[in-house]
C-alpha cells in the first residue's frame, strides 16, 4: 500500500504545477464571467430606467431578473470548463507515453521497482481521478464566491438568487457533470472509470505490439464497448424491451464490472509478460 501511495504522490507531482495553472485559468476566467455579465445587465437596467425611463417592473417583465443563467451562458464560464476536461482527456494518453518518450528511459524505471506493475495502473488511474473530482470540488467551492460577487454587484430587486444545484438541475450539460443523485453520480463516474482504464489497456497493447498493437487496441475497445452496451443493445433489438429500468441498470453495471475486471486482468497481463521498454 505504502509504494502505491508514493507512485499516486509521485504520479501528482509530476502533473501538481500544471493543474494549479489550469485551477487559476477557471477562476480567472469564471470571475470574468460574473463581472461581465453583472456589468452588461446593469448596463442595460441603467439605459433602460435612466434613459428611455421605463419603470422597475416593466423592466424585469422585458428583461427578467439577473439569474446565474447569465453568466453560465458567457463563453468566459464555459470555456475553461472544456479546457479542463480536454486537459484530462489528453493526460489519458501523456501519463503514459511521456514515461517512453522522455529524455530518458523512464518506462524501464518506473516498470522495474519493487512493487506491483499493476500498481503502476493503479497510480494513473487514481491520478486522473484525483484531477477530476478535484475540478467538481473546485468548482462548487469558487460558485460559492462567484455567486457572492453578483450579490454585490447586482441589487437584490434586480437578481434571482439561485443555489448551485439549482443551476446545475437546470443546465444540462453541467448536469452531466455535476449529477445530483448520488447513484446518477456513482454510475456517471463509475463508467468514467470503465473507459479510461479500457483505453489504458488500448495503450498497454500498443506499447506491446507498437503497430500491430494498434489494431489490439482498436479490437479490444471494440469488443469492451460491445460488452458494455450489450444489455441495452439486447433491450432493443432482440429482447424488444423486455427489462424493467431498474434491471437495465443492474444489467448495465454488471457489464461494466465484467469490462473493467476484463481490462485490468488484460493490462496485468500485458505489464508482466508483453510490454516493450
Known amino acids: 500500500m505504502m509504494r502505491y ?5 509521485f504520479e501528482f507531482n509530476r502533473i501538481a504545477k500544471v493543474y494549479v495553472v489550469l485551477l ?4 480567472t476566467s469564471q470571475m470574468i464571467a460574473v463581472i461581465t455579465a453583472s456589468r452588461n445587465y446593469l448596463k442595460d437596467a441603467n439605459e433602460s430606467l435612466n434613459v428611455e425611463m421605463m419603470s422597475q417592473a416593466d423592466f424585469l417583465s422585458t428583461y427578467g431578473h439577473m439569474t446565474f443563467h447569465n453568466v453560465v ?7 475553461p470548463i472544456a479546457l479542463c476536461i480536454a486537459a484530462v482527456a489528453f493526460y489519458i494518453f501523456f501519463i503514459w507515453y511521456r514515461d517512453w518518450f522522455g529524455k530518458n528511459t523512464f518506462a524501464y524505471r518506473l516498470l522495474t521497482l519493487p512493487t506491483s506493475r499493476l500498481n503502476v495502473l493503479y497510480a494513473k488511474l487514481t491520478t486522473i481521478l484525483m484531477m477530476t473530482f478535484g475540478f467538481i470540488a473546485f468548482q462548487f467551492i469558487i460558485y460559492q464566491v462567484e455567486a457572492r460577487v453578483m450579490q454585490w454587484m447586482v441589487p437584490k430587486d434586480f437578481r434571482m438568487d439561485m443555489s448551485f444545484h439549482e443551476v446545475v438541475r437546470s443546465m444540462l450539460d453541467l448536469g452531466i457533470l455535476f449529477p445530483e443523485e448520488p447513484l446518477a453520480f456513482l454510475f456517471t463516474y463509475g463508467a468514467g472509470v470503465v473507459v479510461v482504464v479500457t483505453l489504458f489497456t488500448g495503450i498497454l497493447f500498443e506499447r506491446s505490439f507498437r503497430w500491430k498493437g494498434i489494431i489490439g487496441a482498436v479490437a479490444y475497445g ?6 458494455f452496451f450489450l444489455p441495452l443493445i439486447l433491450h432493443e433489438t432482440v429482447m424488444q424491451q423486455f427489462f424493467y429500468p431498474t434491471e437495465l441498470v ?11 475486471a476484463g ?3 488484460m493490462s496485468g497481463y500485458l505489464l508482466n509478460k508483453k510490454i516493450r521498454i
Not at 487559476?24 to 477562476?27: A, E, N, P, R, S
Open 5 to 9: 501511495l508514493k507512485l499516486v504522490n
Open 24 to 27: 487559476g485559468i477557471v477562476l
Open 73 to 79: 451562458r458567457s463563453l468566459w464560464f464555459g470555456g
Open 222 to 227: 471494440f469488443i469492451a464497448g460491445l460488452v
Open 250 to 260: 443492474l444489467l448495465t453495471v454488471l457489464a461494466g464490472v465484467i469490462v473493467l
Open 263 to 265: 481490462s485490468l486482468a
